[in-house]
């Protein structure tokens, strides 16, 4: 048997977006069950994401440390941020991304893995590239606001990484799967084999 996801959705009887954000909103479902009864469920509509774990030559990872009000915690990350635009190319915003958030430009760009961040209360997807052959970006870094401002930078060399993910000292959802995903494809078939930049996406289609 093969293990993989499949496509599959519930009839909707109703449907409201009680909150309208920024960038996110919340929606509630009326979805009828397999025997017929109906459960409302309640979950937050987003663009989707993206993040890149950035590998130097010396085998370090470029993390960034930031403030997370939900958590109330400082959190070790890798760089990421939302897709601006419905259809945008994910690679496109990687690249976006770690030129703001690193001013860091990379050669050599793989998709390390898809997922859905909270699946039980969250329509967020989120695509992990792995980015190689990386270098200083030309030009001026890009202005930075708010908890953006106080963000730190670093290059952890990748046990370091796994030691603290296992060890429950490292938190954030992209940087625990991307730096497992990175361990996992080395001890496999071998980071050559990984797909495309711009393999396609259904949860979040686009436009190469």
């Excluded at 050669?107 to 992990?128: F, K, M, N, S």
Aim: net charge negative.
């Amino acid at each position: 048997m093969r293990v993989q996801d499949t496509p599959e959705e519930w009839r909707v009887v109703a449907t409201t977006t009680p909150f309208k954000g920024n960038k996110t909103s919340v929606r509630t479902d009326d979805v009828v069950m397999p025997d017929g009864t109906v459960a409302r469920r309640d979950y937050q509509v987003h663009p989707g994401s993206v993040a890149v774990l950035a590998l130097d030559e010396q085998d370090r990872v470029l993390v960034l440390r930031q403030y997370r009000h939900p958590v109330r915690q400082k959190l070790w990350e890798i760089p990421a941020g939302l897709l601006d635009v419905p259809g945008e190319n994910p690679l496109h915003a990687a690249q976006r991304e770690l030129y703001e958030e690193a001013h860091v430009k990379a050669e050599d760009w793989r998709v390390l893995t898809d997922v859905y961040t909270t699946p039980g209360g969250c329509d967020e997807a989120v695509r992990i590239f792995l980015a190689r052959g990386i270098a200083e970006a030309e030009g001026e870094r890009f202005e930075v606001s708010e908890e953006e401002a106080d963000m730190e930078l670093a290059r952890v060399p990748l046990p370091e990484l796994v030691r603290g993910v296992l060890a429950g000292e490292l938190h954030n959802n992209c940087l625990v799967v991307g730096v497992l995903s990175l361990a996992a494809a080395r001890a496999g078939e071998g980071l050559e084999a990984l797909r495309p930049a711009e393999a396609a996406w259904p949860a979040r289609p686009f436009e190469a």
